[in-house]
């Protein structure tokens, strides 16, 4: 409120940056994975965006608030990280895996050519040992000038990015 009476409101309009596929459907959620209305995407909106799979959980409130899954969370928290480089890295999907029970939620990257990057934890959850998103940020955009796509000479591959020291990587069996 001013003392001239006049009301002045900023507005700030959230922006979907994943959508989040479960059972019932595909949700969008913005950066702070709060849920976004569905019914304002069609089909082919909701492929301009990265798709979310490995998701457990369904919204735990109406739109506008958290969804209330911190794999959620920190998914969109990764497709943030990913925005400016989703296309030239040539990716499909952001998957949430649970690798052993009671450990920490791990992400993997599935490119268009079906090679797996083993990213790990989400860029604001860093794991002691574990590069941080920016460092794998760097070795992904290396091995694309090295090789030209994550599926060359012979993939597609399993690429984990994960180490200290290098990044390994082994092919992917059919089936």
Known sequence: KQSSGRVVAELEY????????????????DAHGTLL?????????????PLVIGV??????PEGTNWGDPVVDGAADLAV??????????????????LQPGMPQT?????RGGSRIVWGCAPSDPRPGEPNAEQK??????????????????GPYRID??????ISRTPLTVG
């Open 14 to 29: 959230r922006h979907p940056v994943a959508m989040v596929e479960v059972e019932r459907g595909v949700y969008p959620v």
């Open 37 to 49: 209305p569905p019914a304002d995407f069609t089909v082919n909106d909701a492929k301009q965006f």
């Open 56 to 61: 457990t959980s369904t919204p735990q409130g």
């Open 81 to 98: 990280q990913l925005e400016s480089s989703w296309e030239d890295f040539q990716l499909e999907k952001i998957q949430c895996r649970m």
């Open 107 to 111: 992400f993997e990257l599935i490119t």
């Open 137 to 154: 940020m760097q070795r992904l955009r290396k091995y694309l000038k090295h090789f030209g796509t994550f599926e060359k000479p012979a």
């Open 161 to 166: 990015i994960r180490h200290w020291q290098e």
